[in-house]
């Protein structure tokens, strides 16, 4: 394969590859820092670190609401992971996100994203694909949901 044909080639397999939120691949409009402005979570770095970088500061869950942010995990399409805002629950597998560079350089509103998780935990997710007008093919792991809800503590007297 030639040097342009192979280059062409990993750029349609790798439009999703930052997340981190440093103005990379897709130039400044990134994932992390489009979540972190419309929530206000104070989280910082790949996308795929904010799930471990919440613990015992926001709640974890694997329940959306609104206003929640849907973690996913680092793959080899997303070495960064992505991170989308809940915008409106449509059903118990089905969910509207706010996104920043799912679809390359863009914000997007209203994207649908179901669970497809053999367990209905919102483990695994299918989202759309805008440029074909459809669901993508393409199954992504996820951690599940970040709240900015304190996370449930031992109360003292336990």
Known sequence: MAPLARGLALCGLLPLA???GGGG???PVQCAPYARSVTGLRL???AAGWWRQSAGTYAHTRVPAPGEVLVFRSTGRL?????SVVRQVRGARAILVDQANWVPG????GVPVVDVSRANDWSAVRVWWQPVHSMGKSVYPTYGFISRDLPDRPSPDA
């Open 18 to 20: 930052a997340c981190g």
């Open 106 to 109: 863009r914000v997007d509103h």
């Open 79 to 83: 070495p960064d992971g992505h991170v």
């Open 44 to 46: 910082s770095g790949a």
């Open 25 to 27: 691949w897709n130039g």
